[in-house]
């Protein structure tokens, strides 16, 4: 939800600063099938079809899930924005290991979201609401966007880290092109270097 509204405003302040969308196709994410097929494990198992049958597995799949995003976000943390993205990434991840597989979110802001302090559901819910019993609640989800905005839900801190992060991903790659930084081309200067120093080392021991 929140990440969203970060990628369109990174997508406006990278078109208003003078970058390149078509540059966005240049960036290399490795793992991203196994970033891909968490989150739609997650998207199935919140669908009302499978949460209302999925019962003690609801947890143990959401860790899981969580657990491959994150390993994603960790290999590519020198991408830029992604290590802001992974710290959020961790801070939700341990939110919901240490409360038994699911996010925290606090009475306050599930009140504001949706005008009472309880979460409605009819089956397995990736949120419970904070009780003097939740650990790292302040990792939980304390904040709420409210109706009428569009994709309105309740966000943690860590989600926060992941939108800034988000945002100064497709800002930086608009402008630098997206490359990794394993994969930026040598320039050409290093190159003669190299070559020069590799021919003298050749005529010493000629």
């Known amino acids: 939800m929140l ?7 990174g997508l406006a302040v990278g078109l208003a600063s003078g970058g390149r969308l078509s540059a966005l196709g240049t ?10 097929a968490g989150l739609l494990l997650q998207a199935l198992l919140f669908s009302s079809a499978l949460a209302a049958s ?3 597995l ?21 991408l830029p924005g992604f290590w802001l993205i992974a710290l959020g990434a961790a801070c939700n991840f341990g939110a919901i290991v240490v409360n038994g597989g699911q996010m925290p979110a ?5 009140a504001i979201l949706s005008g009472s302090p309880v979460l409605p559901t ?9 009780t003097g019993a939740t650990q790292l609640g302040f990792l939980g989800d304390v904040f709420a966007l409210p109706r009428p ?3 309105a839900n309740v966000f943690s801190l860590g989600d926060v880290l992941i939108g800034i992060g988000g945002a100064l991903f497709v800002i930086r790659s608009m402008h630098a092109g997206g490359v990794s930084p394993e994969r930026r081309p040598v320039p050409a200067s290093a190159r003669r270097r190299s070559f020069a120093a590799g021919q003298s080392v050749r005529a010493e021991h000629g």
């Open 27 to 36: 960036v290399h994410i490795r793992f991203w099938s196994v970033a891909l």
């Open 54 to 56: 999925v019962g003690e």
């Open 58 to 78: 609801g947890p143990p799949l959401y860790v899981v899930s969580t657990a491959a995003v994150l390993m994603a976000l960790i290999v590519n943390v020198r």
């Open 122 to 130: 009819t089956g397995f819910s990736n949120s419970i609401v904070a």
């Open 106 to 110: 606090s009475p306050e802001a599930v």
């Open 149 to 151: 905005f569009p994709l």
């Open 3 to 9: 990440l969203l509204y970060a990628v369109l405003i």
